[in-house]
């Protein structure tokens, strides 16, 4: 009877992969937190809280960074090292974890299975999972084993450190950096380096490369690789999109925050012109949810805290290492406002028209994260006596997994806690994917209803 019902359960699952994702990030957080719960996870040898540990796991899990304890004191290696595994797993997605782990196995992937990975991956061909899974698994190497080795280097060299401290802190720093986690073993993240771009700047181009998305990142090699056999490249509109509205969100997340910090004493003021601006791209990649800051964040204006608030939100490319809305959605919604302002009938961008349904979607996903903020906003508004700016920050920064704070996340009490948890967990998933994941069962109307139009605006 109980090997039926678990046969009954795990088909379930199976027809649906968005649900399968969502307990599958549920179980690894429940692992972790029970593994930071045990003696050896701290430095003092006692045993963490609950509620600390499964924080701790949430925000590693959804590759956040937000932390109600300073990680390189508080944890032990263990603890530390614990962390580490959390947030790779999570950045390189449960369910595509579980499907490359099948694929080196058995040498072949079940359709379930690639469904699974699809789900996770958000990949558009079910044919080319199995090329996505090693490919994922590629990049990420690739790129946290050439940032680890240029922080270690310049650790070693630059400040002295042993060849272990300098190696374990470069490496922990690269893989947290490309996963888009923001966990960091020094108490102010990294303002000791902020004027050092052998530091900073290889942590920006990790957290850029993580972001962006690995559809982007295959799609760049597969057409090196074809543009060496025909001279001719070919870019999907997924990479265009992605592309130049990441580039257009860095430039001008750069040039605001100098302009905007440029004489803020508590910030950019004491540097010097190039290192403001470096601070400033810094900054400027990091609100793509990555976590790290070089500068104090509650020192900031509130004009940056809300330029920063609205970065988070828009986070960084679909099926990436980041959180937020995606600049998909962002780039999607501006098409479909352009469209309606010139009283076109159809959205288009780049000479390609967009499906209707890809508006609904946009659209969904950012009034979902609206609404999610705004519901946790209230909430912790309700338990904690903090500035509403500061209150928004934070629901923001959990939203879109960023893991930048203004300071209060350490004095939240429990019930306050257990809030940016959920939400944390609902911004790593996307609101679409929990929604799915959730729904009984998916339906196709097969009529229409007679057309009427309200009065709008």
């Not at 932390?67 to 090292?81: C, I, N, P």
């Not at 000791?192 to 972001?211: E, F, M, N, R, S």
């Amino acid at each position: 009877m109980a090997g039926r019902a678990v046969r009954v359960w795990q088909s379930l699952l199976a027809a649906h992969p968005a649900r399968t994702v969502v307990m599958g990030f549920a179980a690894v957080i429940l692992l972790g937190t029970v593994l930071l719960m045990l003696p050896v996870a701290t430095e003092d040898g006692r045993s963490a809280d609950a509620v600390t540990a499964l924080f701790t796991s949430t925000s590693a899990v959804c590759v956040t960074g937000l932390v109600v304890v300073d990680t390189g004191t508080y944890w032990s290696g263990f603890g530390e090292g614990v962390i580490l595994v959390l947030f790779q797993i999570g950045g390189f997605g449960i369910m595509t974890m579980a499907s490359l782990l099948g694929l080196l196995i058995s040498g072949k992937l079940r359709l379930r299975m690639q469904l699974t990975a699809q789900a996770e991956t958000k990949s558009l061909d079910i044919g080319d999972v199995r090329r996505v899974l090693l490919g994922v698994a590629g990049c990420t190497l690739a790129v946290e084993l050439a940032v680890g080795a240029v922080l270690a280097l310049r650790l070693r060299f630059g400040y002295g450190e042993s060849i272990w401290d300098a190696a374990y802190l470069g490496f922990f720093h690269a893989v947290s950096a490309f996963n888009n986690a923001g966990f960091g073993l020094h108490a102010d993240s990294l303002t000791k380096y902020a004027q050092d771009p052998w530091v900073t700047l290889p942590i920006a181009v990790a957290v850029i490369l993580g972001g962006i998305g690995f559809p982007v990142l295959l799609e760049l090699l597969r057409h090196r690789n074809r543009a060496r056999a025909t001279g001719r490249r070919r870019w999907s509109l997924h990479f265009r999109l992605t592309v130049i509205t990441t580039a257009v969100l860095l430039f001008t997340g750069t040039l605001l925050t100098c302009v905007l910090e440029w004489t803020n004493g508590g910030t950019l003021g004491p540097f010097d012109w190039h290192k403001k601006i470096l601070a400033g791209f810094f900054h400027s990649a990091m609100s793509r949810t990555a976590g790290f800051n070089s500068v104090d964040i509650g020192a900031m204006t509130d004009a940056t805290l809300l330029l920063t608030c609205m970065l988070m939100f828009i986070g960084g490319g679909s099926a990436g290492t980041a959180g937020g809305i995606k600049v998909s959605t962002f780039a999607v919604l501006g098409a479909a406002m352009f469209a309606e302002v010139r009283g076109e009938p159809t959205s288009s961008v780049m000479g390609r028209r967009l499906a209707p349904h890809v508006l609904r979607q946009a659209l969904t996903v950012a009034l979902a994260g609206v609404g999610f903020v705004m519901t946790a906003t209230l909430a912790l508004l309700a338990v904690v006596d903090e500035p509403f700016e500061e209150v928004l920050f934070e629901s923001v920064s959990a939203f879109g997994t960023v893991g930048l704070s203004t300071g209060i996340t350490a004095d939240l009490p429990t019930v306050g806690r257990l809030i940016v948890i959920v939400l944390m967990f609902v911004g790593r998933l996307g609101p679409v994917t929990l929604v799915s994941a959730l729904a009984l069962r998916e339906r196709k109307r097969r009529y229409e209803l007679p057309e009427e139009r309200p009065v709008i605006g």
